[in-house]
């Protein structure tokens, strides 16, 4: 009998690093260094996240096969916690001002407790997406997580891929753009669907321009926007253009100030939030403060004031925070 030595895994978790070298930045990646290459500094970011999402997309693995990568170095990348806990998922952080990323599997107490830090769903890194899809067009079947996990996942993201104080507007009009946008990541909105968002899109759009993320093609003006992404990260999505249409739609109508009771762009953001964390049947949720704080960059907004004026407008029925674990439990309102 022959025994089988198990060979180890390599670790999940990947680092680059933005080096400033005369003539420009260079971006070095700790698991291809000899791979060293010049960007442009104003798409070093997405290069940096669009490299990083290549390794993990190379080193698919079961769920039970993967660890909390934080931990096994010792948690040294965040202030103390309680212990690992949690799911297993891909965590982006970014140390030293944006010079260096790195994307690591990690458990979802590290997550929470990691600064400058997001969560990059599955579905992102799944499988790339295939310019001109040339098959005959039927009836298709909405495939993968529903409305409510797109947009959550999507909000996420845009926690690691925008600036930490970027507006709710400029959110807003991100989460639109990343569920719209078509397979050469351009994106186009009528004058009516950006009303529809209820939001300066004038400011939001040269917002995220200022932070590269979009160029703006044709606009913003009377007739709408047509816009460019600059985050690669964003074409490797894997749900198909409708179901991720179908997540855009849900969000507006989640989000529109008849629905929050409010026009801030800052409660609304929040309310679209709340509603994909929830539980769809029980309208019950739950979540780490810190989490919350970060993915609707409510930094300077007052987190109770927040959640105190959704339950004033009847979005949410109620919400209290564990003095325990830190996390805050909501339920929506009836109907919500
Ligand atoms: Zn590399
Ligand atoms: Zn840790
Ligand atoms: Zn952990």
Same mark, same amino acid.
């Given at each position: 009998? &022959?025994?089988?030595?198990?060979?180890?895994?390599?670790?999940?978790? #990947?680092?680059?690093?933005? &080096?400033?070298?005369?003539?420009?930045?260079?971006?070095?990646?700790?698991?291809?260094?000899?791979?060293?290459?010049?960007?442009?500094?104003?798409?070093?970011?997405? %290069?940096?996240?669009?490299?990083?999402?290549?390794?993990? &997309?190379?080193?698919?693995?079961?769920?039970?096969?993967?660890?909390?990568?934080?931990?096994?170095?010792?948690?040294? #990348?965040?202030?103390?916690?309680?212990? $690992?806990?949690?799911? @297993?998922? =891909?965590?982006?952080?970014?140390?030293?001002?944006?010079?260096? #990323?790195?994307?690591?599997?990690?458990?979802?107490? $590290?997550?929470?407790?990691?600064?400058q830090a997001a969560i990059v769903p599955d579905t992102v890194l799944a499988v790339?997406?295939?310019?001109?899809?040339?098959?005959?067009?039927r009836p298709r079947r909405p495939r993968g997580p529903g409305e409510r996990v797109?947009?959550?996942? @999507?909000?996420?993201?845009?926690?690691?891929?925008?600036?930490?104080? %970027?507006?709710?507007?400029?959110?807003?009009?991100?989460?639109?753009?990343?569920?719209?946008?078509?397979?050469?990541? *351009?994106? +186009?909105?009528?004058?009516?669907?950006? *009303?529809?968002?209820?939001?300066?899109?004038?400011?939001?759009?040269?917002? =995220?321009? &200022?932070?590269? #993320?979009?160029?703006?093609?044709?606009?913003?003006?009377?007739?709408?926007?047509?816009? +460019?992404?600059?985050?690669?990260?964003?074409?490797?999505?894997?749900?198909?253009?409708?179901?991720?249409?179908r997540a855009a739609e849900w969000a507006v109508r989640t989000g529109c100030p %008849? *629905?929050?009771?409010?026009?801030?762009?800052?409660?609304?953001?929040?309310?679209?939030?709340?509603?994909?964390?929830?539980?769809?049947?029980?309208?019950?949720?739950?979540?780490?403060?810190?989490? @919350?704080?970060?993915?609707?960059?409510?930094?300077?907004?007052?987190?109770?004031?927040?959640?105190?004026?959704?339950?004033?407008?009847?979005?949410?029925?109620?919400?209290?925070?564990?003095?325990?674990?830190?996390?805050?439990?909501?339920?929506?309102?009836?109907?919500?």
């Amino acid at each position: 009998m &022959r025994l089988r030595t198990v060979r180890p895994q390599a670790p999940r978790t #990947w680092t680059v690093e933005l &080096r400033c070298q005369t003539g420009g930045l260079v971006l070095v990646c700790q698991h291809c260094p000899q791979d060293g290459r010049r960007v442009a500094a104003e798409s070093a970011r997405s %290069a940096a996240l669009a490299h990083l999402a290549l390794h993990a &997309r190379s080193d698919l693995r079961a769920p039970h096969l993967r660890i909390c990568q934080c931990h096994e170095r010792g948690c040294r #990348w965040h202030r103390r916690h309680r212990g $690992c806990t949690g799911p @297993i998922r =891909l965590l982006l952080a970014c140390e030293r001002g944006g010079r260096i #990323w790195r994307l690591a599997d990690a458990c979802g107490a $590290c997550a929470a407790a990691t600064a400058q830090a997001a969560i990059v769903p599955d579905t992102v890194l799944a499988v790339p997406l295939h310019p001109l899809p040339a098959r005959p067009r039927r009836p298709r079947r909405p495939r993968g997580p529903g409305e409510r996990v797109r947009v959550s996942e @999507i909000l996420s993201y845009l926690a690691a891929a925008l600036p930490a104080d %970027a507006s709710a507007g400029a959110r807003l009009l991100a989460l639109q753009c990343a569920l719209r946008m078509n397979a050469y990541m *351009r994106v +186009e909105f009528s004058a009516g669907l950006l *009303r529809g968002l209820c939001i300066d899109a004038e400011e939001a759009c040269h917002e =995220l321009e &200022r932070a590269r #993320w979009l160029r703006a093609v044709n606009g913003p003006g009377a007739a709408g926007v047509a816009a +460019e992404l600059r985050d690669a990260t964003l074409l490797a999505q894997s749900p198909a253009r409708p179901d991720r249409r179908r997540a855009a739609e849900w969000a507006v109508r989640t989000g529109c100030p %008849a *629905r929050i009771g409010e026009a801030e762009p800052w409660l609304r953001l929040s309310g679209v939030y709340l509603a994909a964390h929830s539980d769809p049947s029980s309208g019950a949720g739950q979540r780490e403060c810190d989490r @919350i704080i970060r993915d609707c960059g409510l930094h300077d907004q007052g987190f109770h004031g927040v959640l105190s004026r959704l339950t004033a407008n009847g979005v949410l029925e109620g919400w209290r925070i564990c003095p325990d674990s830190g996390d805050v439990h909501w339920t929506l309102a009836p109907g919500r």
